[in-house]
């Protein structure tokens, strides 16, 4: 009945699509053929991968084969199949239609139950479905898919894998490909939407009467179950790629869907040697040169389904290989053993950063050749805009290079390279763009890049706090509100609105818990503008919450990039991010503490401040250790809580707490300082003067001079009042007036002299009358001056 041949080499690919192959050698047969009765040759691919020949009467059924398979060790529970379809074990030889030297192969069975029957006849009858019978062709694959959910009543104790392998071996995909391909309008129409059914996995989008047989609620299927599906998106993919081409939609659409599903946390592709994860190479190559050809062109455009099908891919094909970087050596190793999927893997990462290289070259060409004309260029090139994807591309690179260790040191040489267009291309870089992994390059961004990048890590204001909060506030009581959404601020008694009003707000209110009379923070002793946090601040028993409300103030003027002129002392920076403390960072602080240790222990009382300290002699030996514990004990342990609260406050505002790692990554305590507490020295009077714009009055108007010189004469304060004023910016960033949002302007209000001037803060505006001399013109000016006109005065 059956001879074995010598065991032959897997067609991986291939495996779920039989097709008929010859034997490499040829065997005389066992033979159950009568004389009568002339019998049937065929060839069997068992399921130790070796073909039998066999040769069998045309009467014999199929059971009679699969006995024999049995009795040579093969197993229980076989069934064999026939150009993708199973055999019935009652069907005849004769009826079979076998053509001449035919394969058939051998697979382990199922464990027939009565839902893998009812499963049988659904795939059957789509695997046998034609032209003339596709009217309900996608209605019964939903019906199919209903058999996959586990929470199904009739299904919790079958495995999904089950139901895919019956509607592989039915011939069920193979025949909707074939219909797809067809000619006939109908039966192409059909076909997609029935395979589409695959591609999108939610029982919602599933007829009620499917819906209410799973007896389950309409919701996405579990990652399991739709990970089980694989192998059907994996035939689908092939059998599209080869007959309609890698242009078809439908065929994009499944490819799509398969590197969604393998990204799964659920997959969990840990071997190497996945057949999975060498079937889905080709596909993965497919999209890396989609992504090569988009970015080699002029335009240099990717589409961002290409992007994120290589960041799929690329999730797939890498998390199994060893841990830490590969040297180049492995990679040629793997390659000879036939691990070829790591060889290709390197190839594809370093085709695409040699083409990045050239992309990011062609956008150096397009940068002013002064940085002084580079911030408003890029921001008003749309060519900037439209190449972010680059970053993302970057994005996927970093993530290989934690594997190859040639690709991690050509990134940094490429970044390092062009560190200008790189700047150009995160400074221009929108909310939810790829930039994590840039925190360990942060040395090749300028400031401005940086700061964008952390602005970032905020909420849009309103937009994703959803109802702005209204506060009408009383500037006598400025601390007794808290902030839980947007702001949309308004001083009791004043009609002025806006972020005018907003920037006044933040600045007062910044002023005020600062302030010493708080007792929450105290000022350096060599810096006044800069506050560490105050360890008495216990006597307040409300001093928690106001912590609290100090962080998200904090957060909240940095996402409205409003410069309080207030900084944070290396203290209170360090505990936000997360970091020690050591001795050269109290020296601001505590000048007198980090000079004289004396001082540190000149107390009325012993506290331990390690387990058992009061048995520990301090010696030259443990010095190092006892100042670090002094240090941790003073500026950590004995302000714990308020230090706490003060860091979640912060936290909260951020759009996800946990990103706070990768804020503080991408800051040192300059940049923080920088944004926070903006420009504290001198006003320059050219810049102002050249980021001023005239409606009613022209630039060497005699009035215009009176104003410029009034302004001159002005100390510096008076200078910030008169600012503060006009815009409600008292300090400006650390640009200067180019740093603001738009120009300042000054109209002429035609007013008679006696009106003061007028302010719209929101838009930079001050209305100045006419005023007849040069005296006429100070005194006004001096009036506004006032700080309690000055920051109560005008409209938002």
């Not at 390092?416 to 267009?421: D, G």
């Not at 990768?662 to 420009?679: A, H, I, K, S, Y």
């Amino acid at each position: 009945m059956y001879h074995r041949h010598a065991k032959r080499h897997r067609d991986s690919p291939d495996e779920a699509l039989p097709t008929p192959k010859q034997p490499l050698t040829t065997t005389t047969t066992h033979s159950f053929a009568s004389s009568s009765s002339p019998g049937v040759h065929f060839f069997v691919r068992a399921t130790d991968s070796k073909t039998i020949v066999m040769h069998t009467a045309r009467a014999h059924t199929v059971a009679v084969v699969l006995d024999n398979f049995v009795d040579c060790g093969y197993g229980p529970d076989l069934h064999l199949l026939y150009a993708g379809r199973r055999l019935q074990p009652e069907a005849t030889i004769a009826s079979l239609g076998l053509l001449p030297d035919s394969t058939l192969h051998l697979n382990n069975g199922i464990t027939d139950t009565p839902h893998h029957f009812m499963a049988w006849q659904v795939a059957s009858r789509i695997a046998k479905a034609t032209t003339s019978s596709i009217e309900i062709l996608d209605m019964q694959v939903m019906e199919y898919i209903a058999f996959f959910d586990p929470r199904c009543q009739r299904n919790r104790h079958h495995r999904a894998e089950d139901y895919i392998q019956i509607f592989l071996e039915s011939g069920a995909a193979i025949t909707l490909v074939d219909l797809y391909l067809s000619d006939v309008s109908l039966s192409h129409t059909q076909a997609e939407r029935a395979i589409r059914c695959f591609l999108s996995m939610d029982p919602a989008s599933l007829p009620s009467t499917v819906t209410l047989m799973t007896g389950s609620d309409p919701a996405s299927l579990p990652p399991s179950v739709m990970f089980a599906t694989v192998p059907v998106l994996l035939e689908f993919c092939r059998l599209l790629s080869s007959a309609a081409g890698n242009g078809d939609s439908l065929y994009k659409s499944c490819r799509y869907t398969l590197a969604s599903i393998l990204c799964l946390p659920f997959s969990m592709l840990t071997s190497t040697k996945s057949p999975t994860r060498v079937r889905v190479l080709p596909f993965a190559r497919e999209v890396v040169e989609l992504v090569l050809n988009g970015l080699a062109s002029e335009s240099m455009m990717v589409s961002r389904t290409d992007l994120e099908e290589l960041s799929n891919f690329f999730k797939v094909l890498c998390p199994v290989m060893p841990d830490g970087l590969m040297p180049n050596n492995i990679y040629n190793i793997s390659h000879k053993r036939g691990d070829t999927w790591i060889w290709e893997l390197h190839e594809m990462s370093m085709n695409l950063l040699k083409i990045l290289d050239e992309c990011l070259w062609r956008l150096e060409m397009n940068l002013p050749s002064s940085s002084s004309e580079s911030r408003g260029f890029i921001e008003s090139q749309p060519i900037w805009a439209n190449r972010l994807h680059i970053l993302a591309v970057l994005e996927e690179l970093n993530f290989i290079s934690s594997k190859f260790e040639d690709v991690a040191h050509s990134l940094r040489f490429v970044l390092l390279v062009h560190k200008a267009p790189l700047n150009a291309l995160v400074r221009c870089s929108k909310r939810n763009e790829h930039l994590h992994w840039l925190v360990k390059h942060k040395d090749l961004l300028c400031f401005e890049a940086r700061r964008n990048f952390v602005l970032m890590l905020f909420p849009e204001g309103e937009e994703d706090y959803g109802v702005p909060h209204e506060m009408l506030i009383d500037r006598s009581r400025l601390l007794d509100d808290e902030l839980h959404s947007g702001l949309f601020i308004e001083f009791k008694n004043e009609k002025a609105t806006g972020r005018g009003v907003l920037r006044e707000w933040f600045c007062m209110v910044s002023q005020a818990l600062f302030s010493p009379q708080q007792v929450l923070f105290l000022p350096c002793p060599n810096d006044q503008r800069r506050f560490y946090l105050n360890g008495t601040s216990a006597m307040d028993p409300l001093h928690l919450e106001y912590f609290i409300f100090s962080g998200r103030l904090i957060g909240l003027a940095l996402m409205h990039k409003v410069q309080v002129g207030i900084v944070l002392d290396r203290t209170l920076f360090l505990h936000l991010a997360g970091r020690s403390i050591t001795l050269e960072d109290i020296a601001t602080a505590d000048p007198i503490t980090y000079a004289s240790y004396v001082h540190i222990l000149g107390t009325q009382r012993n506290v331990d401040i390690c387990a058992g300290g009061q048995d520990i002699s301090v010696n030259i030996s443990n010095i190092d250790y006892y100042i670090d514990l002094l240090i941790k004990n003073i500026f950590v342990d004995s302000i714990s809580n308020q230090l706490a609260k003060f860091a979640k406050g912060f936290s909260d505002i951020l759009a996800n707490p946990e990103l706070k790692k990768v804020f503080f990554g991408c800051l040192d305590q300059e940049d923080f300082d920088r944004m926070l507490g903006g420009n504290n020295n001198s006003i320059n009077l050219k810049d102002w003067g050249s980021h001023t714009q005239y409606n009613g009055y022209k630039e060497k108007d005699r009035h215009v001079n009176w104003f410029w010189k009034a302004v001159e004469s002005m100390p510096v304060e008076q200078q910030r009042q008169l600012l503060f004023f006009w815009t409600s910016v008292k300090y400006l960033p650390s640009e200067g007036f180019g740093g603001l949002s738009s120009k300042l302007y000054i109209h002429n209000t035609f007013e008679s002299a006696d009106h003061l001037p007028s302010s719209h803060t929101c838009f930079y505006h001050l209305g100045l009358p006419p005023y007849p001399t040069l005296k006429v013109m100070h005194n006004q000016l001096q009036k506004i001056t006032q700080e309690h006109v000055s920051c109560s005065f005008g409209t938002g």
